[in-house]
């Protein structure tokens, strides 16, 4: 089956204690890229990758990393969350670029304490 | 700036009725433009691609219109059912061709 996969989904966690969330998709896509989602804010761009080892910032990149070493993983890093980034964050990935169909993951609820 | 906006944001209609939402963006020089359905606990899902070339694209119960030129696209969902009930996103790239740029959303809520 076609999918995204994010893990973990849920996290709560405290300030300033390192995370990953892992993205994988199984579908060769060349794109991927990682939204977060906010009450009254709708859904922002982190980061995205063209391609392997080819990444750039989004619309709001602050306190993240992110990593392509791979076609089919890109996993976001949170080096020191902070409780501004308790948001529901969501990996997607399309065949070229965002003019393509996109295909998301379930998302990934984090809580930072 | 590309911005998009999406009117009502919620919305609740009886079963069997069809409906419309509305999908409203700033720059009409727009690749295309897509509409998600996003439900509770789970991500969104593709429901139509319109190019920007095209001025309909049907999917079963859905219909989506896109006018380039008066910056509007409307989605229809024929005969609503219960299943229907979830938010409703649309998109359309950014200039570079690197994000989305997503509407706020409509909740849509179809009672039986």
């Known amino acids: 089956e076609a999918q995204v996969t994010q893990n973990p989904r849920y996290l709560i966690t405290v300030t300033g204690k390192k995370l990953t969330v892992t993205c994988s998709q199984n579908m060769n896509h060349e794109y991927m890229s990682w939204y977060r989602q906010d009450p009254g804010l709708g859904l922002r761009q982190i980061y995205y990758?063209?391609?392997?080892?080819?990444?750039d910032k989004g619309d709001v990149p602050e306190g993240y990393k992110v990593s392509r070493k791979e076609k089919r993983n890109f996993p976001l890093i949170l080096e020191s969350p902070s409780p501004n980034q308790t948001s529901l964050y969501f990996c997607a990935s399309s065949q070229g670029n965002p003019t393509d169909t996109q295909y998301f993951g379930p998302g990934t609820r984090l809580t930072v304490l | 700036k590309q911005e998009v906006t999406q009117i009502p944001a919620a919305l609740s209609v009886p079963e069997g009725e069809n409906l419309v939402l509305n999908c409203s963006f700033t720059?009409?020089?727009?690749?295309?433009l897509q509409w998600f359905r996003q439900d509770p606990g789970k991500g969104l899902t593709s429901l139509l691609l319109?190019?920007?070339?095209?001025r309909e694209q049907t999917s079963g119960r859905l219909n989506a219109s896109l006018d380039k030129s008066s910056g509007r696209s409307t989605l229809y969902i024929a005969a609503s059912q219960p299943g229907d009930s979830a938010t409703y996103l649309c998109a359309v790239p950014n200039q570079a061709g690197t994000a989305l740029i997503f509407g706020k959303g409509t909740t849509l809520s179809v009672s039986s």
């Open positions: 319109i190019q920007s070339s095209q």
């Open positions: 990758s063209m391609n392997v080892e080819v990444t």
């Open positions: 720059d009409s020089a727009i690749y295309n």
